[in-house]
């Protein structure tokens, strides 16, 4: 049975203590209890309700020299077969305090699962944090929707909340976050103004926004920890766009921090740092003084190493098969030394760099090596560049090895590079272009020539570890010339932890970008089998990926089907799916699957050899939309100022495109219809349909603005200018008529219509 959480929400029920031991009373969780002494939670499954306000929680621990030990015990909120959007509320609240340890919890079905504020030397230690909030998004395989875009830039106000979290700590000073399990939700640990805390051995995985989020937070180290599939916006084939998704975010002035020994593979970026707001206005300070030491950031859509505006060290990393292998721009004084880049399309890209030193690596077919430039444009509207000196200058690219490029070195009005000892095997070794005085390039050679000398002074930088690294500078060459790689001497590269997880992925274990697959909860797991598009997901016939751990299927049932390509085989497999045609599209294809044990999204668990069914299947109304574009005029007949101008417009006057489409259904930057125009248009469109019986909805997706007509009556109305928001409005079952008013104004256009079957309540 349910409890409710009406009127707990200032209730503070003292624990009820049931001695099991001396000194280890056992407790059955109540909604709104405080728990101000160390105990062990009963056995069972509690599921509770939360308050949705994040000021209250569920449960409260309040106090020091406190020890909570779930000892396996389970705290449910939404049901577990429940959308994940709808949980809510906080589960444990850990309120200031001392040497608080929470432990052996698994905790699911909530907004925050733990939130922890003021405390100084917390534990929170082997608990299963999985299966807690998340969004559900709007991409398609396709294309993406501008909906899923995330943004992380401003939390002062514990903004990062509106997004939930696993673990979100705020104010915390000292202790650890070790062995514990955070998969299939959005956010993962969450840090703000937050400092000399470990976080090890967690395996973070799987979750559909960040998986270890820093804001204002110092001096912490982040290790040994598996951090992959954090990621959405990525559809293979079709676009890869990571929609600020990430491994690892560091944001606002986070500094001295150092990540090392992670697996942070396939996750929208996989390292993403950002000096900060403050920065950017005043030009002053950054996210500067991180380490980054032997980690895994490869496969992800976007960037393997984002580092912005700030000073940092980045050794002996793995960075393969991403869009950039590290976008740094505007680094200054930062080490890039003794790691791998494989397969990028750019391996290091630094727009408005200065006094960079990228000594060491190895490049190894990406399409271009390093690329350094300076914009001649810079944002109005940033002050960073207005109190900077933001020229590109003053590089040394030294002992590097490049094979299988096609470009090793671009750069464009960029000054004062060195470029030393490098051995480059690429079609062309450098392309520069405008102001690049103090280009000096010495002493290159070529593969297969004789080895690189002496190792080339840096090769095996990764292994000085705690030396000095200005002593070991040659001595031929200036100090001024070694300042940036002579910072590195601060920081002392860290040896393994004792006890530490090898994170990385086992040799064994696919990767790559093809392994990404992300539905509308987020990224697939690979632990359960599932059916999924090979191509477009409005392909007629439709053929279908059947994914899964190995084992075979076979069709069970099927429905509004007209053929099936074949009716059984192994997994990994394919079919090719022809539904009936009609008035409307309903069809579904139920498979069974049957060979290695199984887990699914929602944590229901199958043993090796038990029958899993799963399916793929469209249920959804034809349309047939008349569509007509006009173009709009500031002031003459513009939708915001001249509404009686633009709807004559709209209505009777001269059409760029008139058509007939099966779908309303436009996403781009540029135009993909020939006839519309990049900026001020407008369209009506109508259609007639036929819905069938249950419950539906009528859903848009807009950017400017949208009005929508059911058999004449407004149904959305989001005519004023926005970014792409969701909107939708009831539609009953039998024949309609549809209309749909919309206008874009500049940047994105988006425009999609659905009827959707609604949620079950």
Same mark, same amino acid.
Request: positive net charge.
């Given at each position: 049975?349910?409890?409710?959480?009406?009127?707990?929400?200032?209730?503070?029920?003292?624990?009820?203590?049931?001695?099991?031991?001396?000194?280890?009373?056992?407790?059955?969780?109540?909604?709104?209890?405080?728990?101000?002494?160390?105990?062990?939670?009963?056995?069972?499954?509690?599921?509770?309700?939360?308050?949705?306000?994040?000021?209250?929680?569920?449960?409260?621990?309040?106090? +020091?020299?406190?020890?909570?030990?779930?000892?396996?015990?389970?705290?449910?909120?939404?049901?577990?077969?429940?959308?994940?959007?709808?949980?809510?509320?906080?589960?444990?609240?850990?309120?200031?305090?001392?040497?608080?340890?929470?432990?052996?919890?698994?905790?699911?079905?909530?907004?925050?699962?733990?939130?922890?504020?003021?405390?100084?030397?917390?534990?929170?230690?082997?608990?299963?944090?999985?299966?807690?909030?998340?969004?559900?998004?709007?991409? %398609?395989?396709?294309?993406?929707?501008?909906?899923?875009?995330?943004?992380?830039?401003? $939390?002062?106000?514990?903004?990062?909340?509106?997004?939930?979290?696993?673990?979100? %700590?705020? /104010?915390?000073?000292? @202790?650890?976050?070790?062995?514990?399990?955070?998969?299939?939700?959005?956010?993962?640990?969450?840090?703000?103004?937050? !400092?000399?805390?470990?976080?090890?051995?967690?395996?973070?995985?799987? $979750?559909?926004?960040?998986?270890?989020?820093?804001?204002?937070?110092?001096? $912490?180290?982040?290790?040994?920890?598996?951090?992959?599939?954090?990621?959405?916006?990525?559809?293979?084939?079709?676009?890869?766009?990571?929609?600020?998704?990430?491994?690892?975010?560091?944001?606002?002035?986070?500094?001295?921090?150092?990540?090392?020994?992670?697996?942070?593979?396939?996750?929208? !970026?996989?390292?993403?740092?950002?000096? /900060?707001?403050?920065?950017?206005?005043?030009?002053?300070?950054?996210?500067?003084?991180?380490?980054?030491?032997?980690?895994?950031?490869?496969?992800?859509?976007?960037?393997?190493?984002?580092?912005?505006?700030?000073?940092?060290?980045?050794?002996?990393?793995?960075?393969?098969?991403?869009?950039?292998?590290?976008?740094?721009?505007?680094?200054?004084?930062?080490?890039?030394?003794?790691?791998?880049?494989?397969?990028?399309?750019?391996?290091?890209?630094?727009?408005?760099?200065?006094?960079?030193?990228?000594?060491?690596?190895?490049?190894?077919?990406?399409?271009? /090596?390093?690329?350094?430039?300076?914009?001649?444009?810079?944002?109005?509207?940033?002050?960073?560049?207005?109190?900077?000196?933001?020229?590109?200058?003053?590089?040394?690219?030294? @002992?590097?090895?490049?094979?299988?490029?096609?470009?090793?070195?671009?750069?464009?009005?960029?000054?004062? %590079?060195?470029?030393?000892?490098?051995?480059?095997?690429?079609?062309? &070794?450098?392309?520069?272009?405008?102001?690049?005085?103090?280009?000096?390039? %010495?002493?290159?050679?070529?593969?297969?020539?004789?080895?690189?000398?002496?190792?080339?002074?840096?090769?095996?930088?990764?292994?000085?570890?705690?030396?000095?690294?200005?002593?070991?500078? *040659?001595?031929?060459?200036?100090?001024?010339?070694?300042?940036?790689?002579?910072?590195?001497? +601060?920081?002392?590269?860290?040896?393994?932890?004792?006890?530490?997880?090898?994170?990385?992925?086992?040799?064994?274990?696919?990767?790559?970008?093809?392994?990404?697959?992300?539905?509308?909860?987020?990224?697939?797991?690979?632990?359960?089998?599932?059916?999924?598009?090979?191509?477009?997901?409005?392909?007629?016939?439709?053929?279908?990926?059947?994914?899964?751990?190995?084992?075979?299927?076979?069709?069970?049932?099927?429905?509004?089907?007209?053929?099936?390509?074949?009716?059984?085989?192994?997994?990994?497999?394919?079919?090719?799916?022809?539904?009936?045609?009609?008035?409307?599209?309903?069809?579904?294809?139920?498979?069974?699957?049957?060979?290695?044990?199984?887990? +699914?999204?929602?944590?229901?668990?199958?043993?090796? /050899?038990?029958?899993?069914?799963?399916?793929? @299947?469209?249920?959804?109304?034809?349309?047939?939309?008349?569509?007509?574009?006009?173009?709009?005029?500031?002031?003459?007949?513009?939708?915001?100022?001249?509404?009686?101008?633009?709807?004559?417009?709209?209505?009777?006057?001269?059409?760029?495109?008139?058509?007939?489409?099966?779908?309303?259904?436009?996403?781009?930057?540029?135009?993909?219809?020939?006839?519309?125009?990049?900026?001020?248009?407008?369209?009506?469109?109508?259609?007639?349909?036929?819905?069938?019986?249950?419950?539906?909805?009528?859903?848009?997706?807009?950017?400017?603005?949208?009005?929508?007509?059911?058999?004449?009556?407004?149904?959305?109305?989001?005519?004023?200018?926005?970014?792409?928001?969701?909107?939708?409005?009831?539609?009953?079952?039998?024949?309609?008529? &549809?209309?749909?008013?919309?206008?874009?104004?500049?940047?994105?256009?988006?425009?999609?219509?659905?009827?959707?079957?609604?949620?079950? *309540?």
């Amino acid at each position: 049975m349910r409890i409710g959480a009406l009127g707990i929400v200032n209730l503070a029920v003292q624990v009820a203590l049931a001695p099991a031991a001396p000194g280890q009373p056992v407790v059955r969780l109540e909604p709104g209890m405080v728990i101000s002494r160390s105990v062990r939670i009963a056995p069972g499954t509690y599921r509770l309700d939360a308050p949705r306000d994040s000021t209250a929680a569920l449960v409260t621990i309040r106090g +020091s020299n406190i020890t909570v030990d779930f000892a396996g015990a389970t705290l449910l909120g939404a049901d577990a077969e429940s959308d994940p959007d709808r949980a809510a509320g906080v589960a444990i609240r850990i309120d200031s305090g001392r040497r608080v340890t929470l432990r052996n919890a698994r905790i699911h079905g909530f907004k925050v699962a733990v939130l922890a504020r003021g405390v100084r030397d917390l534990r929170i230690l082997d608990n299963d944090l999985s299966r807690n909030w998340k969004p559900r998004l709007y991409s %398609l395989v396709e294309h993406e929707s501008l909906v899923d875009w995330l943004s992380y830039h401003h $939390n002062e106000k514990d903004e990062w909340l509106r997004h939930g979290a696993a673990l979100y %700590l705020s /104010g915390v000073r000292g @202790g650890e976050v070790r062995g514990n399990t955070i998969e299939q939700g959005m956010n993962g640990v969450m840090m703000t103004r937050t !400092d000399s805390l470990l976080v090890w051995n967690n395996a973070i995985r799987f $979750n559909s926004g960040i998986g270890i989020g820093l804001y204002r937070s110092s001096d $912490n180290r982040v290790m040994h920890n598996r951090v992959d599939y954090a990621v959405r916006g990525y559809s293979h084939g079709f676009y890869r766009r990571g929609q600020d998704s990430a491994g690892i975010l560091v944001y606002e002035q986070s500094c001295r921090n150092v990540f090392a020994y992670n697996s942070v593979t396939h996750g929208g !970026d996989g390292f993403f740092l950002w000096a /900060g707001q403050h920065t950017m206005d005043t030009g002053e300070g950054g996210a500067n003084d991180n380490v980054l030491y032997m980690n895994d950031f490869s496969h992800a859509p976007t960037n393997g190493i984002e580092v912005t505006f700030s000073r940092n060290v980045i050794v002996g990393n793995r960075v393969e098969e991403n869009d950039h292998g590290i976008w740094g721009g505007y680094s200054y004084e930062t080490v890039i030394a003794g790691n791998t880049f494989a397969r990028n399309r750019i391996g290091i890209a630094i727009e408005h760099g200065q006094d960079n030193a990228i000594i060491s690596n190895r490049f190894d077919r990406d399409s271009t /090596g390093i690329r350094l430039w300076r914009s001649t444009i810079e944002p109005g509207d940033w002050g960073y560049p207005k109190r900077r000196d933001t020229r590109s200058r003053d590089y040394r690219v030294q @002992g590097n090895t490049a094979t299988g490029l096609r470009t090793w070195l671009r750069v464009s009005d960029t000054q004062r %590079l060195l470029e030393v000892g490098n051995m480059a095997g690429a079609d062309t &070794l450098v392309v520069a272009a405008g102001d690049t005085s103090g280009f000096r390039s %010495l002493a290159r050679q070529s593969p297969p020539l004789k080895a690189m000398r002496r190792a080339l002074e840096w090769r095996a930088l990764a292994k000085l570890a705690p030396r000095n690294l200005a002593a070991n500078r *040659p001595a031929a060459t200036s100090p001024r010339e070694w300042a940036a790689l002579a910072r590195a001497a +601060s920081h002392r590269l860290p040896a393994e932890l004792p006890g530490g997880l090898d994170a990385f992925l086992p040799d064994s274990t696919p990767r790559g970008r093809s392994t990404i697959i992300v539905d509308e909860w987020g990224p697939y797991d690979w632990r359960s089998p599932k059916l999924w598009p090979e191509a477009r997901s409005d392909a007629r016939p439709l053929p279908l990926r059947v994914l899964g751990p190995v084992g075979e299927w076979r069709v069970v049932s099927q429905r509004g089907i007209a053929s099936l390509s074949v009716t059984a085989g192994a997994v990994p497999g394919r079919v090719v799916v022809t539904p009936d045609t009609g008035a409307f599209e309903d069809w579904e294809l139920v498979l069974e699957y049957r060979g290695a044990a199984t887990r +699914s999204p929602r944590g229901t668990r199958a043993a090796a /050899g038990t029958p899993v069914t799963f399916r793929h @299947g469209v249920t959804a109304p034809r349309t047939s939309w008349q569509q007509r574009i006009v173009a709009w005029a500031d002031g003459a007949s513009d939708p915001r100022t001249t509404p009686d101008a633009f709807d004559r417009a709209l209505r009777s006057g001269p059409a760029l495109l008139e058509r007939t489409a099966p779908a309303l259904d436009f996403m781009w930057y540029r135009p993909q219809v020939s006839g519309i125009p990049l900026t001020r248009w407008a369209m009506r469109a109508e259609s007639r349909v036929e819905v069938p019986a249950g419950t539906w909805r009528l859903r848009t997706i807009s950017d400017d603005g949208i009005r929508a007509w059911i058999d004449g009556r407004l149904a959305i109305d989001a005519w004023k200018p926005h970014e792409s928001q969701v909107d939708s409005a009831p539609i009953s079952a039998g024949h309609h008529t &549809l209309r749909v008013e919309y206008y874009q104004v500049d940047g994105w256009t988006e425009l999609r219509l659905d009827i959707v079957r609604a949620p079950s *309540p």
